[in-house]
């Protein structure tokens, strides 16, 4: 242990050392945190305590997996695998399954993704004959969300006329009755959603006091990561777990909070230190990661922040290059940069793809740097997209395999029960749903019971929905004897499955194939003794909770050699030599929707910190002029976080050559005032904003150019977007159309144009920002 333990500094030694009691590490990016954490575990082990008695929170799962594998370096393989270690959702997940029927559900209880919880929300939205344009699925969703998450029960949400009113007043009032058909529907159905695997978790914690005993027993040493995103629910679950001990150790950074958007707490980091008695603080201030450059840049963008803890930061790393600014004309433009800059980086440094990251505001803007790279043929990988268990084929197998083990599972059987198509239509499936409700029974049960129940059902499709009953029950038999893998190979083909993806001869139709054939790979993977957490048994029931909780982060095994690229959220505590940071623009990055409030605005900027704070070497942010967004060219500005980087940090270049050869800059082209550009407005977002906000925007939000931007130095020495001095009168030269006299100027900032009379060539319009025009 003592030769693992040199690989500390002092600052980091003291909380990894310190064994008992209750202590927080607050401290900067890439300090050590998460290192600390690795380490103190194996210090506990070390020291004797039973891993079975550590309990370790992470922000994902493969964090978890990518800590246990360092420990079990220090420690030895067999003795890590008893770790209770993983996310919120995996560990608790796995807690309600043995303590399900306190709660009466089936200890076999599905768990609904996000794209299951909403078609529910949807369906129920429907049924109760709303406006689907007034009850938006996605925004209930979250909104019933956020009440679980605040521990607000449909028994609660009735007796607050405050939420009431306030739902009220957004045009739904309807919600709570949404609600309530929600979580009977999701009761009935045997299933959890996401919120519900921390609420129950609460539920159980607070209503039975010996299974909190139980588990305060078990949970000697208890460890949070990234503990400045814990929502209101997680923080309950980790004070009433830690209570009776006491040794909890939370590390975090006040600076990296992202998820407030989700209910992530940050008063929840601030107020540790009032929430037990003795807390020991312990602070890192030496930065491993980065390079001086990159440390110093992130600390003068967080000093804006008002809201902070003080903190130093600092590297004893090299210097390092400055961070590069690039403005490109179009989100095309930005692409083909940033893959000829990793083109030439690996080049030139001998570089690995997996070296780069590309980070994003929005998700949406990963095409453009898609369709650049792979021209490039640069391989990447997109994290963040569809878990491979969510895409179509997959989650059409897994639905029978849910049926299997848990029949109640609406949403399961609603997908499945015509598909591949039987003969049951639609109208069968509303009266079953109808019959069901009246009965208070699940689908399933109503199917099994057909002679008995009243359903206007004719015998022809008695007779299919009998026989799909049979289907399923014949599935249930064969999972007795046989293991998930042997099971699901027989269901793909018995169902039909595999001939209706074969029937499809497209490439779309191949691609499936080739995901169930990964499918049964994994479960092979699975039945043959992956097994991650302690009291696994690599059950079917386990198999599913596996994958309704996994990301497509955890897909990632690390081993291939690809760029990647993530939106900043995802990003956070991870680490890439060279990172570029696109989209830095007014209204995506910070976003428009984050602009209502200061404390909106702080959080955007914690997040510009988090997405800096990856890089090692070299960090890279680029804007674009214009951009398509909803389907609109709009102008962009630059984002106000490059201005608010010190000076020295940056370096900006916009290189000429990839000038010269952008269509987009000819005249010819864009001489004149497209006829669709519009103004960008950003929307608003009745949910954000909190009552009694600002209704304008806020002191201290700018809405100037950045300042910086003046400084771009033009290469040609012609005038651009931000050097609009010109006059009528003013006599130019343009670099194709030769000299010319301005007769007339209309528009304002980026839309300006002139009129200008050319000696050789008549008069044309044209846009200022495109056009090369110098006085002479
Ligand atoms: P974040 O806030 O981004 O989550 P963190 O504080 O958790 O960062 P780590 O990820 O633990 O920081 O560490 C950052 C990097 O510095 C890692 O590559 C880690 O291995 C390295 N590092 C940390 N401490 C030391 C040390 N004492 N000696 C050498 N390398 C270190
Ligand atoms: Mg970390």
Not at 426 to 452: C, M, W
Not at 509 to 514: F, P, Q, S
Not at 617 to 644: C, H, M, N, V
Request: aromatic share 10%.
């Amino acid at each position: 242990m003592d030769k693992y333990l040199s690989q500390l500094n002092e600052a980091q030694l003291a909380p990894t050392l310190q064994k008992d009691g209750p202590m927080i590490v607050i401290a900067g990016a890439g300090s050590g945190k998460t290192r600390v954490l690795t380490f103190r575990i194996a210090y506990l082990m070390s020291q004797g305590i039973d891993p079975f008695n550590i309990l370790a929170l992470t922000f994902t799962n493969k964090a978890a997996r990518e800590m246990k594998s360092r420990i079990a370096t220090i420690v030895g393989d067999s003795e890590a695998k008893n770790l209770w270690m993983g996310t919120f959702h995996s560990i608790f997940a796995k807690i309600l399954r043995f303590e399900a029927d306190k709660l009466g559900y089936p200890s076999n209880f599905t768990i609904y993704d996000t794209q299951d919880s909403q078609r529910l929300i949807s369906a129920i939205i429907k049924e109760m004959g709303l406006d689907k344009e007034v009850y938006k699925y996605k925004q209930i969703y979250s909104r019933i969300s956020s009440y679980k998450n605040s521990l607000i029960t449909v028994k609660a949400y009735f007796q607050n006329p405050e939420l009431i009113e306030a739902d009220t007043m957004a045009r739904r009032p309807r919600l709570g009755d949404i609600y309530k058909e929600y979580v009977d529907r999701c009761f009935k159905a045997g299933a959890m959603d996401f919120d519900d695997l921390l609420l129950k978790t609460n539920e159980l914690l607070t209503r039975f006091p010996e299974v909190l005993a139980k588990y305060q027993n078990r949970f000697k040493y208890i460890l949070v990561d990234e503990y400045q995103d814990t929502n209101h629910s997680q923080y309950l679950i980790v004070r009433a777990l830690s209570d009776k001990f006491q040794n909890i150790c939370v590390v975090g950074d006040d600076a990296q909070s992202i998820y407030a958007f989700r209910g992530a707490n940050i008063n929840n980091i601030l107020n540790f230190q009032r929430d037990y008695d003795d807390v020991k603080v312990f602070r890192l201030e030496q930065n491993y990661r980065s390079t001086k450059t990159i440390v110093n840049a992130a600390n003068s963008i967080i000093d804006k922040n008002q809201t902070k803890l003080d903190k130093v930061v600092w590297t004893a790393n090299e210097e390092g290059a400055k961070i590069k600014v690039h403005r490109s004309i179009n989100d095309g433009d930005e692409g083909r940069y940033v893959a000829s800059s990793i083109f030439e980086n690996k080049m030139q440094n001998q570089l690995q793809n997996s070296d780069f990251a590309v980070l994003y505001r929005t998700n949406a803007q990963s095409r453009a740097i898609e369709d650049a790279l792979r021209k490039r043929d640069i391989p990447y990988r997109i994290f963040g997209g569809l878990s491979f268990y969510q895409r179509k084929e997959i989650k059409d197998v897994l639905a029978y395999l849910r049926l299997v083990i848990n029949p109640a599972d609406e949403e399961a059987l609603k997908r499945i029960i015509n598909f591949p198509a039987r003969g049951i239509g639609q109208t069968t499936i509303d009266r079953l749903i109808v019959a069901a409700n009246g009965y208070n029974r699940s689908i399933f049960e109503v199917l099994k019971n057909l002679d008995k129940v009243e359903v206007n059902i004719n015998s022809g499709t008695k007779n299919k929905l009998q026989n799909f009953v049979t289907l399923i029950e014949s599935f249930q038999v064969m999972n007795q004897t046989a293991n998930v893998f042997e099971l699901t190979d027989h269901v793909t083909k018995a169902s039909g499955l595999i001939r209706e993806f074969k029937k499809d001869g497209t490439p779309e139709g191949v691609t499936r194939m080739e995901n169930i054939e990964e499918l049964l790979n994994g479960m092979k993977d699975f039945v043959d003794g992956q097994i991650e957490v302690a009291d696994a048994t690599g059950s079917l029931a386990e198999y599913l909770e596996d994958v309704a909780l996994a990301t497509d982060l955890d897909n990632d095994k690390g081993d291939d050699n690809k760029v990647a690229l993530m939106t900043i959220h995802l990003a956070k505590g991870l680490e890439f030599s060279y990172v570029y940071i696109v989209g830095l623009e007014e209204d995506l990055f910070p976003s428009a929707m984050s602009m209502n409030t200061r404390s909106e605005l702080e959080e955007e900027r914690r997040l510009f910190y988090v997405a800096l704070t990856r890089a090692e070497k070299q960090a890279y942010l680029t804007y674009a002029l214009t951009r398509y967004r909803w389907g609109k060219l709009i102008d962009a500005e630059p984002s106000r976080f490059i201005e608010e980087i010190d000076d020295q940090y940056l370096d900006i270049v916009t290189p000429p050559e990839e000038r010269r050869f952008n269509p987009m800059l000819d005249p010819d082209i864009f001489g004149d005032v497209p006829q669709n550009k519009i103004r960008f407005k950003p929307p608003k977002s009745r949910d954000t904003r909190k009552k009694g906000a600002p209704k304008t925007k806020p002191e201290g939000i700018k809405i100037t150019p950045p300042k910086h931007l003046k400084k771009v130095s033009n290469t040609n020495g012609n005038t651009n977007l931000f050097d609009s001095k010109l006059t009528v009168g003013n006599v130019v030269e343009h670099l194709r159309f030769g000299k010319g006299k301005i007769i007339k100027i209309e528009g304002k900032g980026a839309d300006m144009k002139a009129e200008i009379n050319f000696e050789n060539g008549g008069s044309k319009k044209l846009l200022l920002r495109f056009a090369k025009l110098k006085i002479i």
